[in-house]
């Protein structure tokens, strides 16, 4: 999620570079993220096309992305994104 201020100076404020935890493809939600209604929504890999739930973090802090319908039998998948200052995990 990205923020524009002043004369146009971008400031992201979480992470945006998900890896899908079903299939590990990675990819950018940086425009779902911005165009999102809730902090938590749904979306479809584009890899493997299963069901994920991307979490976003209110104050800055890590981007959850985990699946959404899981098989009971399995435990449920989650990847992290760790929020980063200049391509620096902070």
Not at 30 to 56: E, S, T, V, Y
Not at 71 to 79: F, L, N
Request: net charge negative; hydrophobic share 40%; glycine share 8%.
């Amino acid at each position: 999620m990205s923020l524009l201020v002043g004369e146009g100076y971008l400031i992201t404020v979480s992470e945006t570079d998900i890896m899908c935890p079903i299939c590990t493809f990675k990819f950018d939600v940086g425009d779902k993220m911005d165009n999102a209604d809730h902090f938590i929504f749904d979306m479809q890999c584009p890899g493997c096309k299963g069901l994920i739930r991307i979490k976003i973090p209110i104050f800055g802090g890590t981007t959850e992305c985990f699946e959404a319908n899981p098989p009971k039998t399995i435990k449920d998948k989650v990847s992290v994104s760790p929020f980063k200052i200049n391509g620096k995990i902070v």
